[in-house]
């Protein structure tokens, strides 16, 4: 089982501000299939990017995924009110799909 | 408008059952794979199974294998989870989930499980 972890744990941050957020795999994910999503408190998590950089239908473009390998990034360009969530990646090259344990973006 | 709506949850003993269902409207489930994915109160998103679009390929988190089974009946748009030999350990908020073989982009609101004595 491929174990993600996420760093920070926590982020605090201001609207308007960039944020970086780290996910690191124990072994290299095959066909770099590594997926970011965001969830809101009370609310089912929304897919963001897939394969690493692809953003998913009506994501905006202030999100961006980067990594290869072991070592993934997603970025927030400038952190809109509605941003502040919880964020999780997830690989799923191999048939055991794993997710980080999350960073909370908080303000 | 595509929706899963997930139902069957409850409170049950330990080492009891519970069968999940997801029916979705405004999608062709036939088309897609489904997932589960739970999260217990307070804690992060763990992958629970998946199934491929004709049924014929499962998989499942380790946690869970050999007493969980992830089924669907593409003619009634629903997708079942089976939960056998409850632990207290699996009380969680249960989500149903659809799209690709490994990042599902649809959602249900989660259907809560809770295993207590």
């Known amino acids: 089982e491929i174990v993600l972890t996420q760093s920070p744990g926590t982020l605090s941050l201001s609207p308007g501000e960039g944020a970086t957020l780290s996910c690191r795999a124990s072994?290299?994910?095959?066909?770099?299939?590594l997926a970011w999503y965001q969830q809101k408190p009370g609310q089912a998590p929304r897919l963001l990017i897939h394969?690493?950089?692809n953003r998913a239908t009506g994501i905006p473009d202030r999100f961006s995924g980067s990594g290869s390998g072991t070592d993934f990034t997603l970025t927030i360009s400038r952190l809109e009110p509605e941003d502040f969530a919880v964020y999780y990646c997830?690989?799923?090259?191999?048939?055991?799909?794993?997710f980080g344990q999350g960073t909370k973006v908080e303000v | 408008e595509v929706q899963l709506v997930e139902s069957g949850g409850g409170l049950v003993q330990p080492g009891g059952s519970l069968r999940l269902s997801c029916a979705a409207s405004g999608f062709t489930l036939s088309s897609y794979w489904m997932h589960w994915v739970r999260q217990a109160p307070g804690k992060g998103l763990v992958w629970v199974s998946r199934?491929?679009?004709?049924?014929?390929?499962?998989t499942y988190a380790d946690s869970v294998r050999g007493r969980f089974t992830i089924s669907r009946d593409n003619a009634k748009n629903t997708v079942y989870l089976q939960m056998n030999s409850l632990r207290a350990e699996d009380t969680a908020l249960y989500y149903c989930?659809?799209?690709?073989?490994?990042?599902?982009?649809?959602w249900g609101q989660g259907a809560l499980v809770t295993v207590s004595s």
């Open positions: 199934i491929n679009s004709d049924g014929s390929y499962t």
């Open positions: 394969g690493v950089s």
């Open positions: 997830q690989q799923y090259g191999t048939s055991l799909l794993t």
């Open positions: 989930a659809g799209g690709g073989s490994g990042t599902p982009s649809y």
């Open positions: 072994q290299s994910v095959s066909n770099n299939y």
